[in-house]
């Protein structure tokens, strides 16, 4: 129950074009959800978090979509850019659990120039 | 935005010795911090998860004789890898939580290379 599913495992992009990554969860007690970006040999970076109390959240070029009854989440990255070609996490917690993470497997993104 | 250090960036050590790696937060004070390891094109794998204080919380199956988390003060945390084996050679990364607040802040990491 405290897994977090993510697809696809990678991801072949064009420039310009639009990449989606997608997360489940199965514990419903889970109220913090970030997205993290890995470069290699980096430590992972916050992109973007939502909580279960809105649908959406935009931060420039990167979009999250939650859907609370299907207890699904994603990323959308518009206008995908060559220097976006990292490894993308999503993960979730627990705020009564000192936000200890869960992180789903990781979607390996390259863009193409 | 919150930085954290990690100290070393990289490390080879022979099989038999210890090796201690420093996590810091360098602009606020983080009353939990939470140690992670991560093999080649895999996800991270929560190691224990340690408030300033008392003592970590380790995850099932990690040993905690083997890797020794302190977490002496706001800013510092240290894991000491025991003993390192080659089988313990990976990367190892550290994140801190500030208090009142969702986020984590990830460290650099630390390469471990046991020879």
């Known amino acids: 129950q405290q897994q977090v599913k993510q697809s696809p495992q990678s991801l072949i992009v064009q420039k310009g074009g639009i990449s989606i990554i997608n997360c489940a969860y199965e514990?419903?007690?889970?109220?913090?959800f970030p997205w993290y970006q890995q470069f290699p040999g980096k430590g992972p970076a916050l992109l973007i978090a939502i909580r279960p109390d809105v649908s959406e959240k935009k931060e420039g070029r990167f979009t999250i979509s939650f859907n609370k009854s299907a207890k699904q989440f994603s990323l959308h990255i518009m206008d995908s850019q060559p220097g976006d070609s990292a490894t993308y996490f999503c993960a979730a917690s627990r705020s009564t659990s000192y936000g200890k993470l869960t992180f789903g497997q990781g979607t390996i993104l390259t863009v193409h120039p | 935005g919150a930085v954290v250090s990690q100290h070393p960036s990289r490390v080879i050590c022979k099989s038999g010795t210890s090796v201690k790696i420093e996590c810091r937060s360098l602009?606020?004070?983080?009353?939990?911090m939470f140690w992670y390891r991560q093999f080649p094109k895999k996800s991270l794998m929560l190691m224990a998860t340690s408030n300033e204080g008392s003592k970590a919380t380790y995850e099932q199956g990690v040993e905690k004789d083997k890797f020794l988390i302190n977490h002496a003060s706001l800013t510092l945390s240290t894991l000491t890898v025991t003993s390192a084996h080659p089988e313990d050679s990976s990367f190892y990364i550290c994140s801190a939580r500030d208090w009142g607040r969702e986020t984590q802040y990830f460290g650099p990491g630390t390469r471990l290379l046991v020879l």
């Open positions: 514990n419903t007690a889970f109220d913090y």
């Open positions: 602009d606020f004070q983080a009353t939990t």
